[in-house]
């Protein structure tokens, strides 16, 4: 009996440079292009490279990271939501709207201001999230066609309370989290942290986590293991509509007002934060660390941009550049991943 033939191992895996940039092009390459700009504003002007100047970038970009942290759930399930702009800014209006308490919804003359109007806010802006998960999960309708419905009734909301004017008043705690300090921190971002740990924590360390990651990766294999694939659509639909909901409100606080069309430009920074972080548009692979990752590539392009002297015009084709490349290397690394994983099997 011949026993070499049995006894012998396997034969080592060899560890190919090249291999491994293909798997990973799409977490190298934002840091890449991270580092590359922080470098290239730092030499452009000594005043980027300064703490004060971080924290002006995590201030400017903590909106956009609430927001970011539910579009992360709904782009790795595969889904797309582009209506978190339009909830954004309709639930900010909402909660000025019974902030001010108005006597046709205040029937009961009860002291809407403060909890109550946050409390009735987030009820609004999960009701709207809701509908979308309805619509996505039960009716069927493609998660890009159901949220630009969703997108034009959170602006038919918005108009229809504002009538043109502008909203300035909201509760004492929604003003202190998104325009006051503690410390000579700004609440604000140490809320978005909060979401940001949060949201991490549920994807990597708990079942709904691995859930997401499996209707991202295979839906069809998900639905054979006996995951609820229409509950985690659904549920990370809502997700992405509350933490409009919250960014929205913060907001009102910290741009001083509640106007119509205000977020309109949140949408695309979100979008491209998750994108542009390595997160993958075809679900299953990213997740939170992208998402700062491309969170940061974003703020310190826009914040280096103004140290710089170029035309505010140019500021936006330059973003939408970047976005462009990001868009080709999430597609580019996915084919090599296919490529890559079909010659494995054959």
Not at 14 to 20: A, K, N, V, W
Not at 145 to 172: E, K, N
Request: charged share 10%; net charge neutral; aromatic share 10%.
């Amino acid at each position: 009996m011949d026993t070499q033939g049995a006894n012998a191992s396997p034969p080592a895996r060899t560890f190919r440079l090249g291999d491994f940039l293909r798997d990973q092009l799409r977490n190298i390459a934002p840091f890449i292009t991270l580092l590359f700009l922080v470098i290239f504003f730092s030499l452009a002007s000594p005043s980027f490279a300064t703490l004060d100047n971080l924290e002006n970038i995590l201030q400017q970009v903590s909106v956009t990271a609430i927001i970011a942290v539910g579009l992360t759930f709904v782009i790795l399930t595969a889904e797309i939501d582009l209506s978190v702009a339009a909830v954004a800014n309709a639930t900010a209006i909402v909660l000025t709207f019974f902030t001010l308490q108005p006597d046709y919804v205040n029937i009961a003359n009860l002291p809407m201001a403060g909890p109550i109007a946050i409390i009735l806010t987030l009820f609004a802006c999960c009701g709207l999230g809701l509908i979308t998960a309805f619509g996505v999960t039960r009716i069927g309708i493609p998660s890009f066609i159901m949220t630009l419905a969703m997108m034009q009734i959170g602006a038919g909301i918005s108009a229809v309370l504002v009538r043109g004017q502008i909203a300035y008043s909201v509760p004492s705690l929604i003003l202190t989290l998104g325009s006051k300090s503690i410390g000579g921190v700004p609440w604000i971002i140490i809320v978005a942290a909060i979401f940001l740990l949060v949201a991490h924590l549920v994807l990597t360390y708990t079942r709904f986590g691995r859930y997401v990651y499996m209707v991202g990766g295979n839906r069809e294999a998900a639905e054979y293991s006996g995951v609820n694939v229409r509950f985690i659509v659904g549920a990370v639909m809502v997700i992405s509509a509350m933490c409009s909901g919250v960014a929205g409100m913060l907001g009102v606080a910290y741009f001083g007002s509640a106007q119509q069309n205000e977020f309109d430009t949140f949408l695309l920074d979100a979008i491209a934060a998750v994108v542009v972080g390595g997160t993958s548009l075809f679900g299953g692979r990213g997740g939170i660390g992208n998402t700062i990752v491309g969170l940061f590539v974003l703020g310190v392009l826009n914040n280096g941009l103004d140290y710089v002297k170029i035309d505010s015009f140019l500021k936006i084709l330059i973003r939408g550049v970047i976005l462009l490349i990001a868009l080709i290397v999430n597609i580019y690394a996915e084919r090599l991943r296919t490529a890559r994983t079909a010659g494995k099997g054959a």
